[in-house]
């Protein structure tokens, strides 16, 4: 089974890049895998982001069992909230995570900064910098 997840992670990672295929085709993948992991999950959250269906992103995100998230998983839909403009999703979905990453924080800076939020994104930046070195990656 792992080789055919491995070839289904590569159709995806092609599908992303849209080289070959269309969402379509990387939903109807998706459909026909069984035994779903933590990477086919996130491939699929991340065609979605990238193909600006945000809403399809946290819809699967929800879908998704608790024991395969992992911070690519959050990531991946908090960047579909970014993209998309769902603040309300990207907070909730923040808001619901235990341990904020660096990472985790600065795609929810981007989702705040692209919709003109930037006291509380600047507020965000503040709060991580309190127990944690300042990181020039969250100011670009």
Same mark, same amino acid.
Request: aromatic content about 8%; some cysteine.
């Given at each position: 089974?792992?080789d055919?997840?491995?070839?289904?992670?590569?159709?995806?990672?092609?599908?992303?890049?849209?080289?070959?295929?269309?969402?379509e085709?990387?939903?109807?993948?998706?459909?026909?895998?069984?035994?779903?992991?933590?990477?086919?999950?996130?491939?699929?959250?991340?065609?979605?982001?990238?193909?600006?269906?945000?809403?399809?992103?946290?819809?699967?995100?929800?879908?998704?069992?608790?024991?395969?998230r992992?911070?690519?998983?959050?990531?991946?839909? !908090?960047?579909?909230?970014?993209? %998309?403009?769902? @603040?309300? &999703?990207?907070?909730?979905?923040f *808001?619901e995570? #235990?341990?904020?990453?660096?990472?985790?924080?600065?795609?929810?800076?981007?989702?705040?900064?692209? !919709?003109?939020?930037?006291?509380? %994104?600047?507020? @965000?930046? &503040?709060?991580?910098?309190?127990? *944690?070195?300042p #990181?020039?990656?969250?100011?670009?």
């Open positions: 089974m792992s055919i997840n491995g070839l289904i992670d590569c159709l995806f990672f092609c599908l992303r890049k849209g080289k070959c295929g269309s969402i085709n990387a939903k109807n993948v998706f459909n026909l895998v069984v035994d779903r992991d933590t990477i086919t999950y996130n491939a699929m959250i991340n065609s979605f982001a990238l193909n600006g269906m945000g809403t399809q992103a946290v819809e699967l995100y929800r879908e998704m069992p608790n024991n395969l992992d911070h690519i998983s959050q990531i991946c839909v !908090l960047n579909a909230c970014s993209h %998309a403009g769902l @603040l309300h &999703e990207a907070r909730t979905i *808001n995570i #235990s341990l904020k990453t660096e990472s985790i924080i600065t795609t929810m800076v981007d989702c705040l900064s692209r !919709l003109f939020m930037f006291d509380e %994104a600047q507020k @965000l930046i &503040e709060d991580y910098e309190k127990t *944690n070195t #990181s020039i990656v969250m100011y670009s």
